[in-house]
Nanobody
Framework: QVQLVESGGGLVQAGESLRLSCAAS????????MGWFRQAPGKEREFVAG????????SIANSVKGRFSISRDNAKNTVYLQMDSLQPEDTAVYSC?????????????????????WGQGTQVTVSS
């Protein structure tokens, strides 16, 4: 079992930044990949960013590439999503997820079905 708790969401204006955190507990954090997804009202959940077990491999969705970055601190059992130059279209509930069953250390899972555990999410609202 893995428990995930997100924090750092809020209301910001367009062009501002936020950093989301996801604290994990329950299993050795350094043994599984992590990802961030978002879901806007009326839309499907979409992949935002992912990071491998060691942090050596990352993947960023094209829609946020150049503005968002992902990192992890295995000593703190935490993964981060740095979001810069936020735009109103980034408004969504952001959730972190753990890919316990994903075995590769050279790639990052990007599909919802590849993740086993999910946090409850944190709301990010960007006003224009």
């Amino acid at each position: 079992q893995v428990q995930l708790v997100e924090s750092g969401g809020g209301l910001v204006q367009a062009g501002e930044s936020l950093r989301l955190s996801c604290a994990a507990s329950g299993r050795s954090f350094g043994y599984y990949a992590m990802g961030w997804f978002r879901q806007a009202p009326g839309k499907e959940r979409e992949f935002v960013a992912g990071i491998s077990r060691s942090g050596g491999v990352t993947s960023i969705a094209n829609s946020v590439k150049g503005r968002f970055s992902i990192s992890r601190d295995n000593a703190k059992n935490t993964v981060y999503l740095q979001m810069d130059s936020l735009q109103p279209e980034d408004t969504a509930v952001y959730s972190c997820a753990a890919a316990i069953s994903y075995s590769s250390t050279f790639s990052v899972p990007a599909q919802v079905r590849q993740y086993d555990y999910w946090g409850q999410g944190t709301q990010v609202t960007v006003s224009s």
